[in-house]
C-alpha cells in the first residue's frame, strides 16, 4: 500500500531542525513520493534542490501564490517558466485566489492569476489551484471568481485524461466542488477532513467518490485532528487516509489504491 502526498511544504523554516528525518519518516509509513509546492521566487531553487536531493521521490510545482502578487513582473515570469521546464516539475502550483488574508488586493490577485494560466495555457501544465472566499464567503466567494475565470480563460485539455488539475484544501461548498468536477479538477483532501464540526465537507467527500480526489497534507499547516496544534508532515498522510476511508465506507488500501492513480494521472510519471 502507498500514498502520494501531493500538496507540502517542506522548504517551510518550520522544517529547518528536522527536515531529512521528517522526509525519511514518511517514507517509512508509506508515502512513496512527495509533491513539494514553491509559491513564491525565493521557495523555486530550494525546490529544486530538494527534489535533486532526493531524486524520483520529491518532485515540484512552481508558481506564485495569490499571496505574493506583488512578485507578479516580467523578470519573475522568466524565471518561473524556466523552472516549470525542469524534469523535476509537474505543474504549475499553487496559484489562485485568496480573499481572506488579502481581499485588498484582488485586482492584483486576478491580475497574477490571468498569467499564470497564460502560462499552463502555452506550455501545456497541470496546475494546483488555491481558493479561499473572505470571511462572507457566500458574497465574498473566491471560489466563484476562480471557476468564472477558468471558464473563461483556461484552454489547457491534457489528452485522454480526467483531470487537469488539483483544487487543493477544498473548503467550499458542493456548488464548489461540482464547479471544480465539471473544469477536470480532483478536490485535495487533507486534515482538515477529520476536523470535528466538518461534517459538510466529509459529506462533499463522500458525494464527490475516491475517484475525484487527492489525498496532501499542506504541511506544516492543517494537521489532523488527533495533532491540532502541532507541526504537520507527510506522515499524517494514512490518518487522513483512514478517516475518508471511514467515512466513505471502503478500506484504506481502496482509498490508497483510487487516490494514487489519480495523483498519478494528475502528474505523470513519479
Not at 515570469?77 to 488586493?105: C, N, P, R, T
Request: one cysteine or more; proline letters at 4%; glycine letters at 8%.
Amino acid at each position: 500500500m502507498q500514498f502520494i502526498e501531493t500538496h507540502c511544504h517542506l522548504n517551510d523554516e518550520a522544517f529547518n531542525p528536522d527536515r531529512d528525518a521528517v522526509i525519511e519518516k514518511s517514507f517509512n509509513r508509506g508515502i512513496s513520493k512527495l509533491v513539494e509546492i514553491a509559491c513564491s521566487a525565493k521557495e523555486w531553487e530550494p525546490a529544486g534542490a530538494l527534489c535533486a536531493k532526493y531524486p524520483s521521490q520529491i518532485y515540484a510545482c512552481f508558481g506564485i501564490h495569490p499571496g505574493y502578487s506583488e512578485e507578479l513582473c516580467p523578470e519573475n515570469l522568466a524565471k518561473l517558466e524556466q523552472h516549470l521546464k525542469k524534469s523535476v516539475s509537474k505543474g504549475l502550483g499553487e496559484i489562485g485566489l485568496d480573499y481572506y488574508w488579502d481581499a485588498g488586493k484582488k485586482e492584483q490577485q486576478t491580475l497574477l492569476l490571468e498569467a499564470m494560466i497564460s502560462l499552463s495555457n502555452r506550455l501545456g501544465l497541470v496546475s494546483v489551484f488555491h481558493a479561499r472566499s473572505g470571511k462572507d464567503a457566500k458574497n465574498d466567494s473566491a471560489y466563484a471568481d476562480l471557476s468564472a475565470l477558468l471558464k473563461n480563460k483556461w484552454n489547457y485539455a491534457p489528452k485522454g485524461k480526467k483531470f487537469r488539475g488539483i483544487l487543493h484544501c477544498f473548503s467550499g461548498v458542493w456548488e464548489d466542488a461540482g464547479a471544480a468536477l465539471d473544469l477536470g479538477l480532483a478536490l485535495g483532501v487533507n486534515g482538515t477532513f477529520t476536523y470535528k464540526k466538518n461534517d459538510e465537507l466529509r459529506e462533499i467527500v463522500k458525494k464527490a467518490g475516491l475517484e475525484n480526489i487527492v489525498f496532501e497534507t499542506d504541511c506544516p499547516y492543517l494537521p489532523p485532528q488527533s495533532a491540532r496544534g502541532l507541526r504537520n508532515d507527510p506522515s499524517y498522510i494514512p490518518e487522513i487516509a483512514a478517516a475518508a476511508a471511514g467515512y466513505l465506507g471502503v478500506t484504506v488500501g481502496k482509498a490508497a489504491d483510487v487516490t494514487t492513480g489519480n495523483a498519478y494521472e494528475i502528474f505523470g510519471v513519479l
